[in-house]
């Protein structure tokens, strides 16, 4: 199984910029997804990474260390809409599952 | 666009009723799956299905079962609904080799 970790509530103003942290302890690992949700909404698919290092795409990037077990989210120029739930979700190797993180609430502010 | 469909956006059940939840994708996806969602907890996986008539139990199975008669549909029941499986639960799927899940709308049960 995985132990899957991050912060439970972030606030930012909006037009900055939000890092979502997530670490992870697996016996194994064939990549780590990132999902949007909105409140009373299905997760939306924002990102995955396989190998170290960033993803870009827009205002959101993610990225990826193996070794340390740890990725990030990243989210500029902030927007009211971004309001929302981030998951982290990590899959086994061979496996059809993906573990889920319990979430990051961000509130983005005026 | 890959659409999962769920039966109901909204359910209230009383105790010890049965309870069907449907999920449909018309992806042919091979691999679908049931999570419930509470709050602080995220998502924990109940079953998923990697072929039709085939089950895996995830991680909380207990007082619910699962079926899939066909590829397309994957149905998950409460033989005997109690106030503690009151939640959001949700139905996803995805290709056995992409990993990458696409989730429906979900389902807010009420059971009282």
């Known amino acids: 199984g995985q132990n899957i970790d991050q912060p439970t509530e972030m606030t930012a103003t909006e037009g900055a910029i939000v890092q979502i942290n997530c670490t992870y302890q697996t016996s194994g690992f064939n990549g780590l997804f990132w999902y949007q949700q909105h409140a009373g909404e299905a997760p939306t698919f924002l990102s995955y990474?396989?190998?170290?290092g960033l993803e870009e795409k827009g205002r959101f990037s993610s990225f990826l260390s193996r070794s340390k077990g740890y990725s990030y989210l990243l989210l500029k120029e902030l927007q009211m809409k971004d309001s929302a739930s981030y998951l982290c979700?990590?899959?086994?190797?061979?496996?059809?599952?993906?573990?889920f993180g319990a979430g990051t609430t961000v509130t983005v502010r005026a | 666009d890959v659409k999962v469909t769920q039966s109901s956006r909204y359910l209230v059940k009383r105790t010890g009723e049965k309870v069907f939840l449907e999920c449909v994708q018309d992806m042919d996806h091979e691999n679908m799956f049931w999570y419930r969602q509470d709050p602080g907890l995220g998502l924990r996986l109940i079953y998923f299905?990697?072929?039709?008539?085939?089950?895996e139990k995830g991680d909380i199975p207990e007082g619910y079962s699962v079926s899939r008669e066909k590829k397309e549909r994957f149905s998950l029941i409460l033989e005997s609904a109690s106030t503690n499986q009151t939640s959001m639960y949700l139905c996803a799927s995805s290709f056995t080799d992409r990993g990458k899940q696409y989730f429906g709308p979900g389902t807010r049960l009420t059971v009282t």
């Open positions: 990474n396989v190998l170290d």
């Open positions: 299905s990697y072929d039709v008539k085939m089950k």
């Open positions: 979700a990590v899959r086994d190797p061979g496996d059809y599952k993906l573990s």
